[in-house]
Nanobody
């Protein structure tokens, strides 16, 4: 039974920070690339960033580069998304997802390629 559980969302003022966590269970953690996606009401689910199975490589969408950082802790089977300098346009439900590492590179990660999804955590950034 694979389960991904996000936490850490909430309401934050513009310019503030949040750290999201994604706890994974029921899978071999090191066998998966991990990605973060977000979806705002009425919009497509979009890629935010990803981290390779080993944690050695990360990739981010241009709009969050320099502000967001992805990391993973193999001892805790947990992936993190540190979000700094938050903007109102960052408001969305944030989802973590796992994709088998041999399906492709993290730079080309798309929602349909992911194997498992969490239920999401809501991030609201007020102006």
């Amino acid at each position: 039974q694979v389960q991904l559980v996000e936490s850490g969302g909430g309401l934050v003022q513009a310019g503030g920070s949040l750290r999201l966590s994604c706890a994974a269970s029921g899978l071999i953690f090191s066998a998966y690339h991990m990605g973060w996606f977000r979806q705002a009401p009425g919009k497509e689910r979009e890629f935010v960033g990803a981290i390779s199975w080993s944690g050695e490589s990360t990739y981010y969408t241009e709009s969050v580069k320099g502000r967001f950082t992805i990391s993973r802790d193999s001892t805790k089977n947990t992936v993190y998304l540190q979000m700094n300098s938050l903007k109102p346009e960052d408001s969305a439900v944030y989802y973590c997802a796992a994709g088998v590492r041999w399906k492709g590179t993290i730079a080309t990660m798309t929602p349909h390629q992911m194997d498992y999804w969490g239920k999401g955590t809501l991030v609201t950034v007020s102006s």
